[in-house]
């Protein structure tokens, strides 16, 4: 049970207790039953932990003046051990400021719950499918692209958290003409001709035509179709050692990011699903025909203002049909939720989905798309310019690699993205300052993050070998000696992150989560250096700890009660990092500017 959940019900349990006792009136325990009241953090700190309008909410039903009820409650909610003092503001509103002893219980339930804090039970919410990425397979990944793969995995993994079934998918774009203008652009470098103006350029095509020549020479003089799909097929999967072609499928797992589903747009063709779809479309009369082509006539003009073609003049289908066949097995897959994470480009693309849905006669009301804002690369203070088809392109494997090496750490270049990528809003570009991603400084952004849990393990280590064990059940009595202010207020931060976690995933925003882990890093440091200051440290120092019997000198009971918080404030740090898939580093090279930093051992990672 979190703080929250603690003091509502005291709430609860107090406004029922005073209506019994027909305190509030004749209606009293009627007007209790359908109230709608709210609890919440006050905008400032000094007005107290929590804040409830609960006797503004029930004065008009109670025909009482809301202050004078609001007094009434404060008179009793100070006798449930659960609220420490309460004071009347505004016109109804209640201040609340809690118990210390309902933060040590927070404290106990997240080492009770260890990973699981913070997560709702498995499976208990809906099957959601989640679409993301699905980037032509005729080129690497962009950093555009690697923006969308980290903003669809982390609201999948934030889904899966909150309690739903998520299958993650990539819908691969095998057919149709830009599929073989790569397979055409393939063969011109294969045979040492310039390829077509309007075809693909770059030097992943050279090493896809030499290592064609090599491994399979026949596909290069075989039909172009079958050309077309050994392609794809080396585009996702990649070509063994190569750094220009390391495969989509590579890059994806480089960056965290794993599929369950890769559906190919070449099988709703080959099992007949799109013209079956164009075929109930047409009998209920949404096609219509028009110079040689078919054209879809949305039932609803106002949210798409002109007919879409999806069949040429010369027989082929367009994307849109198979899109329209793609959604149709979605919805017959008997998923709950269908998620499509899309660049904000395809702001377009969203209605005419629910409009095919709906004249399907599917629940259109399943379908929702996630729009994500561009990514600008900064280099040297200038922005890098990226151009597929010219190919001059900036791929996330160059980004990834580049800040790998900077850090002398495989997995750093996939963290700064991911960190970059998710601190701001989709609806926000990202510039990505790719000489701050490589700084080893708490400049740094995400060494920052990652610095503050590596201080965390590196307070328990030395506590370890001071003779402290990690106790994860503490007495009443121990727990009672954590009561500093900033102690009880970092308590009380963590007690929100289920609350984050769930906001986050419901409002599909991982950016919470990221200024969550931020905030709690400052909240600590800003403590842990206070600390110093106040000559009161978590441990020890060394001028006590090496004297015989120290032990019978130092507050143990206190050095006891910090460090079961610090690992309270560790697995949810960890936790919060988790979710983001960001690692969080239990040892780290320790800033020079940080060299008297006596809470961190500064010790390199293995």
């Not at 219509?288 to 039932?299: E, P």
């Not at 006669?361 to 280099?379: D, N, T």
Request: charged share 25%.
């Amino acid at each position: 049970m979190s703080v929250s959940q603690r003091v509502k019900k005291a709430v609860e349990t107090t406004l029922r207790s005073l209506a019994e006792a027909g305190e509030l009136g004749p209606e009293g325990l009627a007007a209790l039953k359908d109230a709608q009241w709210t609890l919440e953090r006050p905008k400032r700190p000094e007005h107290g932990d929590l804040a409830t309008n609960a006797p503004l909410a029930l004065a008009k039903r109670l025909k009482k003046n809301p202050r004078a009820l609001a007094e009434t409650l404060v008179a009793r909610l100070v006798s449930t051990g659960v609220v420490r003092a309460a004071e009347v503001a505004g016109p109804g509103f209640v201040n609340l400021r809690l118990a210390p002893s309902v933060f040590h219980a927070e404290l106990a339930d997240i080492l009770r719950s260890g990973a699981s804090y913070g997560h709702a039970a498995a499976a208990s919410g809906e099957r959601i499918h989640v679409e993301f990425v699905s980037a032509n397979p005729t080129g690497p990944l962009l950093v555009a692209h690697g923006r969308g793969a980290v903003f669809g995995d982390v609201v999948a993994r934030l889904l899966e958290a909150t309690g739903h079934r998520v299958t993650r998918e990539y819908y691969v774009n095998d057919f149709g003409n830009q599929v073989r203008l790569f397979a055409e652009s393939v063969l011109a470098a294969s045979q040492g001709r310039n390829v077509p103006d309007d075809g693909y350029k770059g030097a992943y095509i050279d090493e896809l035509a030499t290592w064609l020549k090599t491994v399979d020479p026949n596909v290069l003089t075989g039909e172009r179709d079958a050309l077309a799909r050994t392609c794809v097929m080396w585009m996702l999967q990649g070509v063994p050692g190569s750094k220009e072609l390391p495969g989509i499928k590579t890059t994806l797992r480089s960056l965290g990011v794993e599929h369950d589903v890769w559906f190919s747009e070449e099988s709703l063709h080959r099992w007949g699903q799109v013209a079956a779809a164009l075929r109930q479309l047409d009998s209920s009369g949404f096609l219509v025909r028009k110079d040689g082509a078919l054209f879809f006539k949305a039932k609803d003009e106002a949210s798409d203002d002109k007919d879409r073609v999806v069949q040429k003049s010369d027989g082929l289908y367009t994307y849109f049909a198979s899109d329209i066949a793609y959604h149709a097995d979605k919805v017959s897959r008997g998923y709950d939720r269908l998620i499509n994470v899309l660049g904000a480009d395809h702001h377009g693309y969203v209605a005419r989905v629910r409009n095919a849905l709906e004249a399907l006669g599917l629940p259109s009301e399943r379908f929702e798309a996630l729009l994500y804002q561009l990514v600008f690369v900064y280099r040297d203070g200038a922005l890098v310019k990226s151009s597929k088809r010219a190919g001059n392109i900036i791929t996330v494997e160059e980004v990834i690699e580049e800040v790998d090496e900077a850090a002398g750490r495989r997995g750093a270049g996939s963290d700064a993205l991911r960190y970059f990528f998710l601190s701001r809003s989709a609806n926000s570009n990202v510039d990505f300052d790719l000489d701050l991603a490589k700084k080893k400084s708490l400049d740094n952004p995400v060494f920052y993050v990652q610095y503050g849990h590596a201080r965390l393990c590196s307070i328990l280590r030395k506590a370890r070998s001071l003779g402290f064990e990690l106790e994860e059940e503490l007495p009443e009595d121990v727990w009672a000696k954590l009561a500093h202010p900033d102690e009880l207020a970092i308590a009380a931060r963590l007690s929100e992150f289920p609350d984050v976690v769930d906001e986050a995933a419901s409002k599909r925003e991982p950016h919470r989560v990221v200024a969550y882990v931020e905030l709690l890093a400052r909240e600590f440091q800003s403590y842990f250096t206070r600390l110093k200051n106040d000559a009161d440290p978590i441990l020890p120092p060394a001028s006590v700890h090496i004297q015989h019997g120290w032990q019978k000198h130092w507050q143990q009971d206190k050095s006891r009660a910090r460090l079961a918080w610090i690992e309270a404030i560790r697995r949810v740090y960890a936790a919060g990092l988790g979710l983001l898939g960001i690692s969080a580093p239990e040892r780290m090279d320790r800033p020079a500017a940080h060299a008297d930093d006596d809470g961190f051992e500064g010790e390199v990672k293995p």
